[in-house]
């Protein structure tokens, strides 16, 4: 079993940038797709950005053209670059993983079964 640790939340004015990162153990994630979620109190975990073990990303609307996605399989790290935030933003960041190889895209909570403990971003208007 992986484990994630997400790090880089913080306090941040609206129109501010974070990077947040995601450090994976336990396995190399290079054949698997990884993933940021977030999760908003009284609110469902919602898809943020994906990105796949061929490096193509996805995005969900409300982010795109605002946030990137990257990762570094040498280092077994994600990164989720925000910028533009805004306080719709606020919420608890997750990192996750897809346990299954070369995996098409998929946005959906319950295919990715490794979280991290959760990173809080607060965007103060």
């Known amino acids: 079993q992986v484990q994630l640790a997400e790090s880089g939340g913080g306090l941040v004015q609206a129109g501010g940038s974070l990077m947040l990162s995601c450090a994976a153990s336990g396995r190399t994630f290079s054949v698997f797709n990884m993933a940021w979620f977030r999760q908003a109190p009284g609110k469902e975990r919602d898809f943020v950005a994906g990105i796949r073990w061929n490096d193509n990303s996805y995005y969900a609307d409300s982010v795109k053209g605002r946030f990137t996605i990257s990762k570094d399989n040498a280092k077994n790290m994600v990164y989720l670059q925000m910028n533009s935030l805004k306080p719709e933003d606020t919420a608890v960041y997750y990192c996750?993983?897809?346990?299954?190889?070369?995996?098409?895209?998929?946005?959906?909570?319950?295919?990715?079964?490794?979280w991290g403990q959760g990173t809080q971003v607060t965007v103060s208007s």
């Open positions: 996750a993983l897809d346990p299954r190889a070369f995996r098409p895209y998929d946005s959906g909570a319950s295919t990715y079964d490794s």
